[in-house]
């Protein structure tokens, strides 16, 4: 399937957004999740069903002024 | 003490958390700014979620309440997503509210500012508006149901302190009730104590320190500036005057003539 994560262009194998920060090694309390412009809270991650040529961003802390 | 929606704090100075040579030289910048804020932000993450992992046990390890903000937003819909991303990360309803309306002078797009900031508050949020010194969007925003505004006293990171003291002191004057913070364009401790004797609640400011050549040392400087500031404000300062007013009183002086 093919996903655009952070801006870029991916092939994956992910059946839901949980198994997509798995396969790409995403790990942390951290993180923050978006698909298609809308926030996916944590505890929904795992029954978040991914689509074709979904938009995810992934985001995490950084330093800011 | 100063409150900010409904929390105390005893400190002034609000610190951002980008550009320090090293992580600990931005945490011994807190620690001598005294801070009780520190601003921090949200960026795509590198598969494996490391860095912001550090930065956030980094902060975490501070011991300050962090402000979100949405910094590079340019349109209502990134900065309310922003903001609700933030608040999955850092679990708090606080946000510093940007939404940049040019890409050189990084001037706030008060209109879409006052759209995000309604929404924001809809939804729980605890708003913090950059934005200019324009009183009819400041009322707006109250509007909206800000209770804190951030005018700005210079464009961001320009160092150039405050170029309309008129302009803050109106601001000020307007909203004698609202809790005022000075966000972005100070460059050094004079700027603060400046914009504080004026009667300013607080100052937000990030680069000035940062980008000094000690940071840490800088940033005990404003913290004493915007104390002393605070002071004298409270003191209530005289007024410019236009012609020489003699200190020493006249009446008795000799006369040798």
């Not at chain 2, 005022?180 to 400046?194: C, E, F, K, W």
């Amino acid at each position: 399937m093919t996903l655009i994560v952070n801006g870029e262009e991916q092939e994956i194998a992910a059946a839901t957004l949980a198994d997509l920060l798995s396969a790409l090694d995403y790990e942390g309390e951290w993180l923050a999740t978006a698909v298609n412009g809308e926030l996916v809270h944590r505890e929904d991650r795992a029954a978040f069903t991914l689509g074709e040529s979904d938009r995810i961003e992934i985001l995490s802390p950084m330093q800011g002024g | 003490m100063l409150k900010l929606y409904d929390t105390w704090v005893e400190s002034r100075l609000l610190l951002g958390t980008a550009r320090y040579p090293s992580p600990a030289i931005l945490a011994e910048a807190v620690r001598r700014a005294k801070a009780e804020i520190v601003t921090v932000s949200l960026r795509r993450e590198t598969a494996g979620g490391k860095a912001g992992g550090a930065f956030f046990d980094l902060v975490g390890d501070l011991g300050v309440r962090v402000l979100p903000n949405t910094a590079g937003c340019h349109s209502v819909r990134e900065a309310v997503l922003t903001a609700k991303m933030a608040r999955e990360v850092f679990r708090t309803d606080w946000i510093k509210l940007e939404v940049i309306g040019h890409h050189d002078t990084l001037q706030p797009d008060v209109f879409g500012l006052v759209d995000a900031a309604r929404i924001l508050t809809g939804e729980g949020f605890q708003v913090f508006p950059y934005t200019t010194d324009d009183l009819v969007v400041a009322e707006k925003l109250l509007e909206a149901g800000c209770k804190v505004l951030m005018p700005w006293c210079a464009p961001i990171g320009s160092a150039m302190g405050p170029v309309n003291p008129a302009a803050l002191k109106a601001f000020r004057a307007h909203f004698p009730d609202v809790p005022l913070i000075v966000d972005a364009g100070v460059g050094r401790p004079s700027h603060a104590n400046t914009v504080m004797e004026l009667g300013y609640d607080a100052v937000l400011l990030n680069t000035a320190v940062a980008g000094a050549g000690d940071p840490a040392t800088m940033a005990e400087a404003f913290a004493l500036a915007i104390e002393a500031g605070r002071l004298a404000h409270k003191a209530v300062p005289l007024e410019p005057r236009d012609m020489a007013v003699p200190s020493t009183p006249v009446i008795g002086k000799a006369v040798f003539a």
